[in-house]
């Protein structure tokens, strides 16, 4: 029935609040907590390039992993490797430093592929614009947590003490250790549940493809016109994801102008772009009927215009060498914290009207092949965010900014595309690619 799959969307949402909150600020504090340990010779920034190439690639095999194992098996296995990465932080070793992000790496590309896959079968031609946005509000709560924790309890502070360490990783350990147990109590949907249920397919219901025709299908779906439309749009949430959770608070902590303010600015620049990632993921949601009326495009048009905007802003606020060192230089307006947290709240907001409809769309468009869909999400999504995080640490703000106005604009026209044609076919009777 459709209140076992809201159950589900819910609880799914919960889990991933729980263990992304565990990551992410495991994450935000992972290179002050290497740097602090004594003798330490391990990297932060190099653990983050092992973590992102085996993504990348692993994203191949996932969709394969998750139909052998099925979805929520798959779930619970990734979210694991997630857990042990954190837990590794309660002593720092090298060894595991670099195992433990080979292991997040691929729990990555498995609970990702899985987590689109569940998605799919809980939903709905009517209700997986409105699922995508629950999951998505619960699971953007994390980085809200997240960075109100690291605000509050490590604002001003460049190391933090073994004991503080061993307090802290043990309370994300168990939160990662809890969110995974959740997912233990998702329900299967049950044959007659699944009425209109986007994802009649294999994986999902019937008798599963084998692994290598799920890798073959990837591969098909990637020389698609529709997935290559699309991939535009993934490439861009790539891009403005490393912008957003690295490059734009570097730049607000490395801006001289803000004076003793400037990092504390970033632990609030990350908690005004968890709110809008909230509040959008929360309101495309209960807009979900009236996506289903007037297609998806109105809000990737409106999560265009927003960031837009909010790189028109930076680049008037903030110095252009900004992103890579400390900096006194010029701005074309007095910079101003109030228009640095402004943006933040943009930024949010704007990522989360992309993801939640790419999420509604893939689902829509690929019900009965959602594993491999949203492996090549990631896949590319990956790719991206690896390509800025590099070009991060040498080109200047306004490079960086005209990059992503490029995509972005190439992104929406991208997508839009795909939607009018998908809005076209399902008047007339839609069949998935």
């Not at 908690?271 to 996506?291: M, P, Q, R, S, Y």
């Not at 028109?312 to 010029?330: G, K, V």
């Amino acid at each position: 029935m459709a209140d076992l799959r809201l159950f589900n969307i819910i609880v799914l949402g919960f889990s991933f609040m729980l263990i992304f909150t565990a990551f992410q600020t495991c994450s935000m504090v992972e290179k002050t907590v290497l740097d602090s340990a004594g003798g330490f010779s391990g990297h932060a920034y190099t653990s983050l390039g092992i973590l992102y190439a085996v993504f990348s690639i692993s994203n191949w095999a996932a969709p394969s992993f998750v139909t052998a194992a099925g979805p929520r098996v798959s779930l619970f296995f990734g979210s694991l490797l997630y857990v042990l990465f954190v837990a590794s932080f309660l002593k720092p070793m090298v060894w595991a430093l670099y195992l433990g992000s080979v292991l997040v790496g691929f729990g990555a590309a498995v609970l990702w592929t899985a987590q689109g896959n569940f998605l799919t079968i809980n939903s709905n031609a009517e209700t997986v614009a409105r699922n995508s946005g629950i999951f998505w509000a619960l699971l953007q709560c994390s980085l809200l947590i997240g960075n109100l924790y690291s605000y509050f309890v490590f604002q001003g502070k460049s190391e933090i003490s073994e004991s503080e360490r061993t307090k802290l990783f043990a309370a994300l350990t168990g939160a990662g250790l809890l969110g995974s147990l959740c997912l233990l109590i998702l329900r299967r949907p049950r044959v007659d549940d699944t009425d209109n249920v986007l994802n009649l397919n294999a994986s999902a219901i019937h008798s599963p493809p084998s692994p290598l025709a799920t890798l073959k299908r990837s591969f098909q779906l990637l020389r698609t016109k529709e997935m290559m439309l699309l991939s535009l749009a993934f490439a861009y949430t790539g891009l403005e994801l490393t912008f957003f959770s690295g490059v734009y608070g570097s730049s607000i902590s490395h801006n001289q102008h803000f004076g003793s303010e400037a990092n504390g600015l970033l632990g609030i620049s990350g908690i005004f772009i968890g709110v809008g990632e909230i509040l959008g993921g929360a309101l495309f949601g209960l807009l979900g009927k009236k996506t289903n009326a007037h297609g998806r495009d109105p809000i990737i048009v409106l999560g265009y215009v927003v960031q837009i905007t909010a790189f028109f802003l930076i680049f008037l606020d903030l110095p252009q060498n900004s992103p890579i060192d400390l900096t006194n230089q010029p701005t074309y307006i007095t910079s101003n914290k109030y228009v640095a947290i402004l943006c933040s709240f943009l930024l949010g907001f704007g990522d989360s009207s992309f993801n939640t409809q790419l999420y509604s769309i893939l689902g829509f468009m690929f019900p009965e092949d959602s594993s491999p869909a949203f492996a090549l999400f990631k896949f590319v999504q990956s790719i991206a965010a690896a390509v800025a995080f590099y070009y991060s640490n040498v080109l200047l703000l306004e490079w960086q900014l005209l990059i992503l106005v490029v995509m972005g604009t190439l992104g929406t026209m991208g997508f839009n595309i795909v939607e009018w044609s998908c809005t076209r076919a399902s008047r007339s009777g839609y069949q998935s690619i």
